[in-house]
């Protein structure tokens, strides 16, 4: 078996092979002046696409002067750590509560970026019994959370309609399934010895998860 990082100086991946053209350009683009519309790009003023300044606001003189009072009072470093961790604090949550009022809602929770925020929703909304039919050319936060997500998942193809009915029809064929199964699982009885031979079964298998860990170790 070939070791892993000689795979990777063999083998760049379908990103990292055309790393050479693509630095500082697709990828790891270096954008320079004020946050704007318009930035200098290698040298020249281009129109910007792709900045999280949605409001325009990242210059306001109003929003620049707060940003100056809280890194003097507080400094550039606090909070520290993850928010789950060590990271939070009673303005975060003050936040939270001034947005959920403002939206009318009952609560709402500060996430460092949409990115995380879908992948987060994705985690937490489904389970392993959940069944999720998603378009090919979903956004790459979809895909990724879908790649976390313990349960089956369908694609179809991008915009194709036809696609997604057949992948929802296959969708619905394993949801019931699974409801079946669980029905009969549920209205079978369970004898004593069933029960001892499944305990002997599950030892067995964790001696044998084990083992194989400690191989791959």
């Not at 892993?4 to 050479?20: C, Q, S, W």
């Not at 392993?128 to 998603?134: E, F, I, L, N, S």
């Amino acid at each position: 078996m070939a070791d892993i990082f000689e795979r990777l100086v063999k083998h760049y991946g379908p990103i990292g092979e055309h790393r050479e053209r693509s630095h500082g350009y697709y990828t790891f683009p270096k954008l320079e002046g004020e946050i704007g519309n318009r930035m200098k790009f290698r040298g020249k003023e281009v129109v910007v696409w792709s900045l999280n300044n949605y409001l325009g606001l990242a210059n306001h003189p109003a929003i620049r002067k707060a940003d100056a009072d809280a890194s003097a009072e507080y400094g550039l470093a606090y909070p520290m750590g993850a928010r789950m961790m060590s990271g939070n604090s009673n303005y975060h949550e003050q936040l939270e509560k001034e947005l959920a009022a403002f939206e009318m809602k009952e609560d709402a929770i500060l996430l460092n970026y949409g990115y995380q925020g879908i992948m987060s929703a994705i985690d937490t909304l489904c389970g392993r019994h959940d069944v999720v039919v998603y378009d090919a050319e979903s956004h790459a936060c979809i895909i990724d959370g879908l790649r976390l997500h313990p349960g089956h998942r369908y694609v179809y193809r991008h915009n194709d309609v036809e696609d997604f009915e057949k992948q929802l029809q296959r969708a619905t064929t394993l949801i019931e399934k699974q409801k079946q199964v669980i029905s009969e699982y549920s209205k079978k009885e369970t004898k004593i010895p069933d029960l001892q031979h499944n305990k002997e079964r599950t030892n067995t298998s964790k001696n044998y998860k084990h083992k194989i860990r400690g191989s791959l170790l």
